[in-house]
């Protein structure tokens, strides 16, 4: 089975408000919830992988004014949220719905529970109602809902799982079809982009862009973004096409991460992945002699470099997706757009893929805005250097023949050679929390 560009974009992007891990757990006891109407559940238990749990962790939760936790996600969900939107399932918050969720939280049980052995996206949502019991499964990606039943029965005609079903069966297949492509090959797909298409990824441009400006007059977060212009402005740091890369997707991270309630447009799954994939091309066409529809062309080859890379290492790893997959769409994206073949982009890939490679993914938090700073810089850098003949070599490291031998490296370093890595991130993460009592 084969994929067009444009069933891979619907497949790949798409709106979600805040992280999507505590959004996915949000969206389970959502959907659970749906069932019993306006009835407030007596209880509420969530069990998740260990990548939801480290990613949902910390980062703050949109229109919450700063509040985070993997329980608070879930109490928000099942009182406030809507499963029909999916990943923006909590755009219905409101203060009042925070408060109401704070109350319930006081009054009830809202336990969450780690999977110490499951591997790959798993949410399992349970709400108690008296005697009768709602449960919600997802599983592989973030809004694909594969199982909603009463007392143990499916949910008679619920669009919520069947919509998803299909989705799930959608994504798996898509993975497989798109590793066996050749970077030429995704190229070539951008060749078959039409007028929806261009409209959607303008979209994305929109979408992020108004993170990054809210970002840069607000300084929500650690406030990076922000803190990169003033240096601009005082001309410590030069603003060429690498600071602005830099400027302009971490300031979009600290209001994600800051829990602004924007919506980001993701890519392979997240936000931030969207963000980089998106953001440092939008900054380097400002710098470069190009039309519109090629920095759009560009930012979809982006997208198509991001999904191949996720097929390889997963939804969720010990690696920063942002720095190896985004990163990797992202410099294939500015190469494309300054004129470049395929041999340059292919070796603007490999040189990222050296410089960014060891970058661990210690879940999401407003320190992620310091990682995407990073990723678009080397994003841009390694594709002016892919350009100007300088060219990573397939001897050293990980690093490949071949562009797609080279990301398929990194798959295998994430889905194997991580996993005690991973383990060791989840553990140091989980004493510094209980230690603090929460």
Known sequence: MSYSVKEILHLEV???LGCTEPVAIALATAAAASVMKDRTPDKIEVWVDPNIY?????VMIPGTGGLNGLNTAAALGALCGDPALGLEVLEPLDQAGVERACRYKDANPVLVNLLDNRHGIYVRALLTYGKQHVETIIETVHD???SLTLDGKPVEGSSLVKAEQAHQADVSKLEEYIKGLSLGQLVDMIDDLDADDFSFLKEGITYNMRLADYGLKHGPGLGVGMTLERLAR????TRDMILSARIITSAASDARMGGIKLPAMSSGGSGNHGLTAILPIYAV???VDCDEKTMLEAIALSHLVTAYVKAQTGRLSAVCGCSVAAGAGATAGVTYLMGGTIAQMAGAITNLTEDLAGIICDGAKSGCALKLATAAGTAVQAALFA???VNVHSTDGIIGTSPEQTMQN???LSTQGMIDTDR???KIMLEKHFAKGN
């Open 14 to 16: 798409s709106p979600a």
């Open 54 to 58: 480290k990613n949902g962790l910390a």
């Open 144 to 146: 694909n809902i594969v």
């Open 234 to 237: 005082l001309k410590i740091l």
């Open 285 to 287: 066409s400002e710098f």
């Open 387 to 389: 350009v100007h003949g």
């Open 410 to 412: 990194i798959g295998t």
């Open 424 to 426: 060791t991130i989840l």
